[in-house]
């Protein structure tokens, strides 16, 4: 994050703690197993931990030495190895990938050199200069595949090999269900923020009907009544695609869980553990975040309406950077930075709820939304085409407000995650709504 007011120090002081924080999390994430565990595919749906760390520094080279700078390659026949659009996911272990300490040798090398660019970079002349765009770019890239390497070690067999404490408790949340969002326009989207990426901007007016929204996220345990209420036997909360997705697979639960008994149990990060009740609930694809909200008489909030329940400030009549305000976040604020490994209590962080009494709408789960990925009116691509613009459409849909997995660099009132609906291994939740009557 970074505030549009920043002068020249304070901008390349931000982006070398920004980076820095990124590579402290990528070593945490690539140094808690050995050899093996980094050459070995988890899961089909993911890369070996040692493509992305070569991944990551293969972009940090390209963009920052290169494009900044104007270096020469230092590794260019490797570029096409670490093309997330060249080679899917499930073909990557078959490539000849650099072996994990060559892997660490070189984003080490270039993280030197980045360094010294960013020493005496100037943060205008170009759009990817222009208040140190380029640096900021890439630790919200670093750090968009520290989460996708946490995913890895969530999917991946044995035992645990990453630990946290777990977050306060939280008292029960008493507090009302849902809270209404007035009708008007707001301004979505920005066109300040300068480290905001292409399909964030730019912004634009929203006219937005009057709607109800949780207040948190949707709980463990109001999911468990939906499974107990034959929620995944019943194909009349379900898209005729949804219910195809449930019968091919055999969907019956969150992605994780087990039934023992009359309880249910999670596999999470190594360690086996009853589900709490009070925590969101995780790993749940879109079919199934839609099916809960038919069933409980409600639907997703389209993107429109979480952003604006979001950053709508009614006293003010503007749209603000957070829920909380402008500042950027704290832990008071949110559940960010996998300063846990799970989501906290439903009700946590009042600090950081928004003006009309929503909580929890950054940090904690990724929050599926009803709308497809779709570009902004006057939308254009920057600096690549391959970041957003190809992902574009009916296929994908929208996910807010980040995880306790995202870091703050890479999570804001504007930014937009996507994902398939079938996706689960996410750490996705979701909140319901519902339309007022005017």
Partial sequence: MTDPALGAEALRERAVASLITARDRTTLLTGCVDGPELTAQHSPLMSPLVWDLAHIGNQEEQWLLRAVAGHEAIRPEIDTLYDAFEHPRAERPALPLLPPEEARRYAADVRGRALDVLEGAAFHGTRLTEAGFAFGMIAQHEQQHDETMLITHQLRKGPRALTAPDPEPAPLFTGPSDVLVPGGPFTMGTSDEPWALDNERPAHRRE???????????????????????????????????????????????????????????????????????????????????????????????????????????????????????????????????????????????????????????????????????????????????????????????????????????????????????????????????????
């Fill in 208 to 438: 937005v009907p009057p709607f109800r929204i949780d207040t948190t996220p949707v709980t463990n345990a109001a999911y468990q009544a939906f499974i107990e209420d034959g929620g995944y036997d019943e194909p009349r909360w379900w898209t005729a695609e949804g219910w195809a997705h449930v019968r091919r697979n055999s969907l019956t639960a969150p992605l994780f869980w087990r039934r023992d008994g009359r309880q249910w149990l999670r596999r999470r990060f190594g360690v086996t553990e009853v589900v709490p009740s009070d925590e969101p609930v995780l790993h749940v694809c879109w079919y199934e975040a839609d099916a809960y909200a038919r069933w409980a008489g409600r639907r997703l909030p389209t993107e429109a309406e979480w952003e604006k329940a979001a950053r709508y400030d009614p006293a003010g009549d503007r749209s603000m950077r957070y829920p909380w305000g402008d500042a950027d976040p704290g832990p008071e604020h949110a559940n960010l930075g996998q300063r846990h490994l799970r989501p906290a209590p439903a009700g946590s962080c009042p600090a950081g709820e928004s003006p009309l009494g929503v909580r929890q709408l950054i940090g904690d789960v990724w929050e599926w939304t009803a709308s497809d990925f779709l570009p902004y009116p006057g939308f254009r691509a920057f600096p690549y085409r391959e970041y957003s613009e190809v992902f574009f459409g009916p296929e994908y849909k929208v996910l807010r407000g980040g995880s306790f997995a995202v870091d703050p660099v890479a999570c804001r009132g504007t930014f937009r995650n996507w994902d398939l609906p079938v996706r689960r291994q996410i750490f996705s939740g979701f909140r319901t709504a519902r339309s007022e009557e005017v």
